[in-house]
């Protein structure tokens, strides 16, 4: 059975740092790419950094970049994101998402910057 868990996020004051977690188990195929997307209340879904596993190439928004690592686990289908330096518009769902001949979505986990 194809399952992501996304696992990490939580209430951080600005400037504050988190690391979250998506684990992708259950796969058949290989995983290209491991995503993570953030949805803020009104706003469309965005790209905030991807990892190629097998490269370990990776990609950032530019809002993102400098603040934001994403590296992957031991295994291929884990990934993760270090978060530094959050500021308040960083507030949103984070959702994670494995790329292989289809996208695969986890089911989210909340990031809020305030003080």
């Known amino acids: 059975q194809l399952q992501l868990v996304e696992s990490g996020g939580g209430l951080v004051h600005p400037g504050g740092s988190l690391r979250l977690s998506c684990e992708a188990s259950g796969f058949s195929n290989s995983v290209l790419s491991m995503n993570w997307f953030r949805q803020a209340p009104g706003k469309e879904r965005e790209l905030v950094a991807r990892?190629?596993?097998?490269?370990?190439?990776?990609n950032y928004a530019d809002s993102v970049k400098g603040r934001f690592t994403i590296s992957r686990g031991n295994g291929r289908n884990t990934a993760y994101l270090e978060m530094n330096n959050l500021k308040p518009e960083d507030t949103a769902m984070y959702i994670c998402?494995?790329?292989?001949?289809?996208?695969?979505w986890g089911q989210g986990t909340q990031v809020t910057v305030s003080s």
């Open positions: 998402c494995a790329r292989t001949t289809n996208d695969y």
């Open positions: 990892i190629f596993p097998v490269s370990g190439t990776t």
